[in-house]
């Protein structure tokens, strides 16, 4: 179980893309530019980013702050609060976890930032990645954990494998509370990308997915950001309502939204 207290020490910003695409009920989706963060959390490094942006657990013109993620409110900074999550996820898969955490999401801009879903992704002492936890936000405020790990006992997940989870949360209006998901992710020094699919039954409805360039982020690069993707958290939730006004227009079912789920952590259908 975690021992160790994990630091930060190191940030890579990303430009890239958002897609997401319904084929069912009715045919509706976007591509969108967007940016985005990875950060990584060791206990084995004392180096420690010495850029001026994200400002981490602090307020700032871009920052990243650990009290916006976590299964309950908390005002624990990134150390302790990694530490802890680190604890949580070997306790739920009964692996040892000491290896680098990274963290990808969108950063706060202007004090403000909307996470449809943040992906964690935890690693051995043999820097083999072993298992991803999605914490997925709905707009009313709720927030649940898809925890993920390969359908053989603690094996890696090598990169682009197939997982699969039982649909346990509300997210559209459009979609009931059924189903399943399909994620594939790709992580490297370079390029980041996370797939999640929606089906029911054998038919998929959904594509979604976020992928972009690693970078090395400067004072200079996050200005470029910033006139490029300054609006961009705003322009999510703006986007999302907008399909939704779209979807009403064309005719699509409208699902109530249910009670959230009993359970916090939705864990790998190993059946897939």
């Known amino acids: 179980m975690a021992q160790g207290r994990f630091q930060l020490n190191e940030v890579k910003l990303a430009w890239g893309l958002v897609k997401h695409h319904r ?10 530019g967007a940016c985005f963060v990875r950060l990584v959390f060791s206990t084995q490094s004392d180096s420690k980013p010495t850029h001026a942006y994200p400002v981490i657990d602090g307020k700032g013109l871009v920052s990243v702050s650990a009290r916006n993620y976590g299964f309950e409110p908390h005002t624990l900074k990134f150390p302790e609060f990694v530490s802890q999550l680190v604890s949580k996820v070997e306790q739920e898969t009964g692996m040892a976890l000491q290896g680098p955490v990274h963290l990808h999401t969108f950063p706060k801009v202007l004090g403000y930032v909307f996470n449809p879903v943040s992906f964690w992704y935890f690693h051995d ?13 709905n707009t009313f405020g709720e927030r649940h954990f898809y925890l993920l790990t390969a359908p053989e006992s ?11 989870a039982r649909k346990e949360f509300h997210v559209s209006p459009f979609f009931p509370v059924s189903g399943r998901y399909e994620f594939r992710f790709v992580s490297n020094a370079d390029r980041i990308m996370a797939r999640i699919n929606y089906f029911e039954g054998s038919v998929q409805q959904l594509s979604t997915s976020v ?9 200079l690069l996050w200005g470029k950001t910033l006139l490029k993707y300054g609006w961009f958290t705003l322009a999510v939730i703006a986007k999302i309502h907008w399909q939704a006004v779209k979807l009403l227009f064309k005719g699509a079912k409208f699902h109530g939204k249910p009670a959230p789920p009993r359970q916090t952590i939705t864990q790998t259908e190993l059946e897939a």
């Open 23 to 32: 084929a069912l009920p009715k045919a509706n989706g976007f591509t969108a």
């Open 154 to 164: 603690k094996a890696p997940l090598n990169k682009g494998m197939l997982l699969h």
């Open 211 to 219: 992928s972009g360039e690693l970078m090395h982020p400067s004072t």
């Open 125 to 137: 002492e043999a820097q083999q990645c072993r298992a991803v936890m999605c914490e997925v936000n």
